[in-house]
């Protein structure tokens, strides 16, 4: 009898607690800090395709000024370059601290330390040269905690050409390289990408007007490769140095080994972080010089250990196009115009992304060069499925002048320039 009046009892103060209080005793789903995270993943339900393809999520994130590139970091935090500067964002899209200024920001990675890198321009007085003259210099930025976890600091700042091995920067020849009279000055080359190693080495897209070969000079069209700089106890000292510049990327004529006005590059290693990365030294390229003939703008350049050091080389096996398994391939000819921004997924995927500010879209293919995904099991397609989309205008799925792509945990983020927006998406077959 006690225990049967007991139990009525409990289930009587279990129901007014459940009833009444259980948001204000063990919270909501529906607090407010909740409610905006399942609000900026939220899909689209009239772009649920019936077929395979990449749905959008909104709503796209907005509040900036012509962004320009877009990466998720190691710290699982996205960073976004536009004409203000640095903006730091968690993956609901929330402002991680305010915009940190940085004139002319066009690229930012970061490495496996959380050191964020940004290609950006410098103001420069060159005493030696003219005191009373302020050169506008392409430069790369370092920086610690960028992400708040402690003091914004700038470690150092890479400024071109001072910090290119090949440069022999004696007065006479910054004079020669500074006239703004010249069409080959200095103050023309641009940094347009960076990507790091899975050994947080650092690599930089570079292009510019004057590209000689032959000589000990560098061309401006070309990759550059930093390390770290140790002490003399192997630590790093948190300094970078220009180690080496990748000289048989052909910087005039178009190959499978060129570097024609390179738009960006990025490597085979990516977050998130983990124990065993690829040692690839590998790398894609983009190559934007227009009004020239080039057949592939979007390069895969192979990275080989020799007896003789390493050596950069073509994926000549991307030109074996295999009609059977896709209608279209990274390296089909002329298949893109402007390519400005590449990301590969580093998952089990290992799918190759490039957008391209000509045609206005989003393109996706396969580690072996095939356009498209996979089939769905119990799907009749024997080909890869097409899920490139895009198109000029403002909709969910178009664009205008993109100039940025990447990649994490299956959805893809989009810098939409001329929309002033970061565009998200996901395969609309990794909904659950």
Known sequence: MFNSRKSTYLILISAVLFSYGCAEMFGTKSDDVTDDIFEQGRQDPNLILDEV?????????????RPTDVFVGYDE?????????????????????DVIPMRGAVAVVQDRLLNVY?????????TAVDP???????????????????????????????????????????RFRLDRNRQDNDELVEITGLTVLANNDLLISRKGPRNITGVGMAPDNTVLVYTSIRDSQGQRTGQMRNSTQIRNLNPNNP??????????????????????????QSFLIAQGLQNVSIPFRVLWVDAVDTPDGLEYRSNGQLLNRDTTRADSFLYGEFRFENPTGI??????????????????????????????????????????????????????????????????????????????????YKLNTDFE
Do not use: C
């Open 255 to 280: 190959s499978l080994l060129s570097g024609l006005g390179l738009n960006d590059i990025t490597s085979f290693v990516a977050p998130p972080q983990r124990e065993n990365m690829s040692g690839s």
């Open 343 to 424: 990301a590969f997924s580093a998952d089990a995927r290992g799918h190759i992304f490039v957008v391209d500010a000509a045609k206005d879209s989003l393109f996706l293919f396969q580690s072996n060069g095939l356009e498209g995904v996979t089939p769905p099991p119990g799907s009749n397609q024997t080909k890869a499925v097409n899920v490139s989309f895009g198109g000029t205008g403002n909709g969910p799925r178009q664009f205008n002048n993109p100039s940025s792509v990447a990649y994490f945990r299956q959805i893809v983020y989009v810098a939409d320039t001329d929309n002033n927006r970061i565009s998200r």
């Open 118 to 126: 940004v290609a950006a321009r410098k103001d420069t007085i060159i």
């Open 77 to 97: 935090l996205v960073y976004v370059t536009d004409a203000n500067g640095l903006h730091v964002l968690d993956r609901a899209g929330r402002r991680s601290r």
């Open 53 to 65: 393809g990449y749905a959008a999520l909104l709503p796209f994130w907005s509040d900036f000024d």
């Open 132 to 174: 009373d003259i302020t050169w506008d210099l392409a430069a790369v930025y370092k920086i610690r905690n960028a992400n708040g976890a402690g003091p914004l600091q700038t470690v150092q700042t890479l400024i071109h050409p001072f910090n290119d091995a090949s440069r022999a920067v004696s007065t006479t020849n910054l």
